[in-house]
């Protein structure tokens, strides 16, 4: 009579079963990170500074965002740490992303919650809308600007986890830095693919610049933009002159702060060339990052010029 085949011992079987299970944890984490960085060779914006060791990446929706709650701060006048703040907050609770879920009915960049009287869910969705909030709570917290960041943004958040934002404070500054101008031509983005199946143009970028920094950031539609540029495609010029002083490093940083802005938002808005204080940006060559124009004196002064897709 034949042996009869032993079955697997327990320990084989232990071993596979643990070994399938890494498996799947792997893949999950695969899969996690291409969401997160859009996965290899996609577009991406990266931030570095004069003196940063290292670039710190963000995908093209994380860099709109980013700009949105920057832009938002600029049009209320609010100092640059509430724009750090903000942005290590929405880092943490929604990794610069717009969700439409969350713990319990959480949504939206800064997880705000319409049970707890943040706003309708459609409200909470709009990224300006959600941003003002934060800032009109954040704003009503006594001497924030001189709090550390995890007990500012614990005031507003009331966070079951307030520790958790201090790990996204330094790339927070560093955003806050490139977003608001005051490292110049800090951020660059790669050429990317629109958000959705809309296409840009002037009214849109007008629209949005005037929604997020304040009717205040253009003048009247008679005296800026709408201009035919080379091969059918159009242009708008946006003066650094409003909401900045005279100062001349005033007027550089806030001239940055546009740039940077139309930068980030460039995806979304089809936005295919940005000029300012002798430099240039395009789409069709982003690689090459911010350009210097040989025939530009570089000045940090003058106005931002965005040529969009038709």
């Given at each position: 009579?034949?042996?009869?085949?032993?079955?697997?011992?327990?320990?084989k079987r232990?071993?596979?079963i643990?070994?399938?299970?890494?498996?799947?944890?792997?893949?999950a984490?695969?899969?996690?990170?291409q969401?997160?960085?859009?996965?290899?060779?996609?577009?991406?914006c990266?931030?570095?500074?004069?003196?940063?060791?290292e670039?710190y990446?963000?995908?093209?929706?994380?860099?709109?965002n980013?700009?949105?709650?920057?832009a938002v701060?600029?049009?209320?006048?609010?100092?640059?740490?509430a724009?750090?703040?903000?942005?290590?907050?929405a880092?943490?609770?929604?990794?610069?992303?717009?969700?439409?879920?969350?713990?319990?009915?959480?949504?939206g960049?800064?997880?705000?919650?319409?049970?707890?009287?943040?706003?309708?869910?459609?409200?909470?969705?709009?990224?300006?809308?959600?941003?003002?909030?934060?800032y009109t709570?954040?704003?009503k917290?006594p001497?924030?600007s001189r709090?550390?960041?995890t007990?500012?943004?614990q005031?507003?958040?009331?966070s079951?986890?307030?520790?958790?934002?201090?790990?996204?404070?330094?790339?927070?500054?560093?955003l806050?830095?490139?977003?608001?101008?005051?490292?110049?031509a800090?951020?660059?983005?790669?050429?990317?693919?629109?958000v959705?199946g809309?296409?840009?143009?002037?009214?849109?970028?007008r629209?949005?610049l005037v929604r997020?920094?304040?009717?205040e950031?253009?003048?009247?539609?008679?005296?800026?933009?709408?201009?035919?540029?080379a091969?059918g495609?159009r242009?708008?010029?946006?003066?650094?002159?409003?909401?900045?002083?005279?100062?001349?490093g005033?007027?550089?940083?806030r001239?940055?702060?546009?740039a940077?802005?139309?930068?980030?938002?460039?995806a979304?808005?089809?936005?295919?060339q940005?000029?300012?204080?002798?430099?240039?940006w395009?789409?069709?060559d982003?690689g090459k990052?911010?350009?210097?124009?040989?025939?530009?004196?570089g000045?940090?002064?003058?106005?931002?010029?965005?040529v969009?897709a038709?």
């Amino acid at each position: 009579m034949s042996a009869q085949p032993k079955a697997p011992s327990f320990r084989k079987r232990r071993w596979r079963i643990a070994a399938a299970v890494a498996v799947l944890i792997g893949l999950a984490v695969y899969l996690v990170v291409q969401y997160i960085t859009g996965g290899p060779g996609a577009p991406h914006c990266l931030v570095q500074a004069e003196g940063d060791a290292e670039p710190y990446e963000l995908i093209p929706e994380q860099a709109a965002n980013a700009a949105t709650i920057s832009a938002v701060a600029s049009s209320r006048g609010l100092p640059e740490r509430a724009v750090t703040i903000a942005l290590a907050t929405a880092m943490q609770e929604s990794g610069l992303r717009n969700i439409d879920f969350g713990d319990r009915d959480s949504v939206g960049l800064f997880q705000q919650r319409p049970s707890q009287d943040w706003g309708t869910v459609r409200q909470i969705m709009d990224p300006v809308y959600s941003a003002g909030e934060f800032y009109t709570h954040l704003a009503k917290v006594p001497g924030y600007s001189r709090l550390p960041l995890t007990a500012a943004a614990q005031r507003v958040q009331r966070s079951g986890y307030p520790q958790a934002y201090a790990k996204h404070e330094a790339n927070a500054a560093r955003l806050t830095g490139a977003l608001t101008g005051r490292d110049h031509a800090a951020m660059v983005c790669s050429q990317s693919r629109p958000v959705d199946g809309r296409t840009g143009g002037v009214a849109q970028v007008r629209e949005k610049l005037v929604r997020e920094f304040g009717p205040e950031v253009l003048p009247s539609a008679d005296g800026i933009g709408g201009r035919a540029a080379a091969g059918g495609r159009r242009s708008v010029t946006v003066p650094v002159r409003h909401g900045a002083t005279d100062a001349v490093g005033d007027r550089s940083q806030r001239g940055w702060e546009l740039a940077t802005w139309a930068m980030a938002h460039s995806a979304e808005l089809r936005i295919e060339q940005i000029s300012y204080a002798g430099r240039t940006w395009s789409a069709a060559d982003s690689g090459k990052g911010w350009q210097k124009r040989p025939s530009a004196s570089g000045s940090g002064t003058g106005d931002v010029h965005l040529v969009t897709a038709r």
